[in-house]
């Protein structure tokens, strides 16, 4: 396999990286991103640079061996690789169909199978590695970015009404089953993910930042005080409830960040209506 161009990789980060007989899994940054050739635009890279951001991306290796990836997640692949789509007939189309609908994501996940490259989509956004030993990891929605074809991806329907009511979830999530490597695409840096150990005990969350159960884990929502005057007090509303022996991931900063970025919005709306009103 020809190796690619030295300057391309000299522009590279590897950030983490997994590495079997069969496949290389990494992610992969960008130290810089020079291609601007407006002022704004490069005023605006510099300061995500300053703030830490980095855009990047996954870059996976396959020798022999096959890897399933979310739908429009393929950038580019060199090699002898064949794209599958597994289907399955008329029969598999319309089931597929109907669970992207009730899932709200894409259900046809096509396969990569041969010797070669794939680069998925690059993103400013943050990936992870979970690796799965003959276990089950449900996921919170679009969280699924690609996996070992050993895994396999399914829907978990939520077991209680209050869960798919009062969740923020959903009445479906994904679920990954097997053994082998799963990349999620996460909403924080790694290093801002909690992963709870439970052992036969009680974790509530306030909002929906949870990412990731696996064990004998049940969700469901509850108030937070056991009376209904309680409740509406304490202004806490309703809980997402893991209960039960495994581990739950947590993104504790996330809301912080959206935040952020409501206020970001609608200071730019206000700063937008204020020229508006200047230039009457």
């Excluded at 020079?34 to 396959?62: R, V």
């Excluded at 002898?80 to 399955?88: F, L, M, R, V, W």
């Excluded at 598999?92 to 669970?99: A, D, L, R, S, T």
């Excluded at 895994?151 to 959903?170: A, I, R, T, W």
Aim: with cysteine; hydrophobic share 40%.
């Amino acid at each position: 396999m020809t190796a690619m161009n030295s300057d391309f990789y000299n522009n590279m980060l590897v950030l983490d990286s997994r590495e079997k007989d069969i496949f290389k899994a990494e992610i992969l940054a960008y130290k810089d991103l020079k291609g601007s050739s407006d002022i704004q635009l490069a005023g605006d890279l510099f300061l995500a640079k300053e703030s830490g951001m980095a855009l990047k991306q996954i870059k996976i290796t396959l020798n022999n061996s096959s890897f399933v990836v979310e739908a429009g997640a393929l950038h580019f692949m060199k090699g002898h690789i064949q794209a599958e789509s597994n289907i399955g007939g008329v029969g598999g189309f319309i089931k597929k169909k109907i669970k992207s609908y009730l899932t709200e994501e894409e259900a046809f996940k096509p396969k990569y199978s041969g010797t070669g490259e794939l680069f998925l989509e690059p993103s400013f956004g943050h990936f992870m590695f979970v690796e799965l030993h003959d276990e089950s990891i449900v996921v919170d929605k679009g969280l699924f970015y690609a996996c070992e074809s050993s895994l396999h991806v399914s829907v978990e329907m939520q077991k209680n009404l209050s869960s798919g009511l009062l969740g923020n979830e959903g009445w479906f999530q994904t679920k990954v089953t097997g053994t082998g490597l799963c990349i999620l695409q996460i909403p924080v840096p790694k290093d801002e993910v909690i992963k709870y150990q439970l052992g036969n005990e009680k974790l509530q969350v306030d909002g929906n930042f949870a990412l990731l159960r696996k064990g004998n884990i049940s969700f469901s929502v509850e108030k937070s005080s056991k009376k209904w005057t309680g409740t509406f007090v304490s202004g806490e509303g309703f809980l997402q409830t893991f209960e039960g022996t495994g581990e739950v991931w947590l993104a504790p900063t996330q809301s912080v960040y959206n935040d952020l970025k409501n206020i970001g919005s609608i200071a730019r709306l206000q700063e937008s209506k204020k020229i508006s009103n200047d230039t009457k």
